[in-house]
């Protein structure tokens, strides 16, 4: 994604990080009303996982480059 900054990544993880706290207290669950039932099953806790580990890297890697400890080094055999 270019033109992400540190600031937009640190938020969109939060976010995430919320969403999964959201989560963890309950994914779906059923109402049955005079006989007719109805389901609701929360977004997957695996991919908020997902995207969390996402935004951790992209916060990371953004990080190291405002620091300027993002060079690229490369071995040679």
Not at 20 to 44: F, H, M, P
Request: glycine content about 6%; proline content about 0%.
């Amino acid at each position: 994604m270019a033109g992400i900054t540190l600031e937009q990544a640190q938020a969109k993880l939060t976010a995430w990080m919320a969403a999964e706290e959201a989560l963890a207290t309950s994914q779906s669950y059923t109402i049955t009303v005079d006989g007719n039932t109805r389901s609701l099953t929360r977004a997957d806790l695996g991919e908020v996982g997902k995207r969390i580990d996402y935004w951790d890297r992209k916060v990371k890697a953004l990080s190291r480059a405002a620091s300027g400890r993002s060079r690229v080094r490369y071995m040679v055999r």
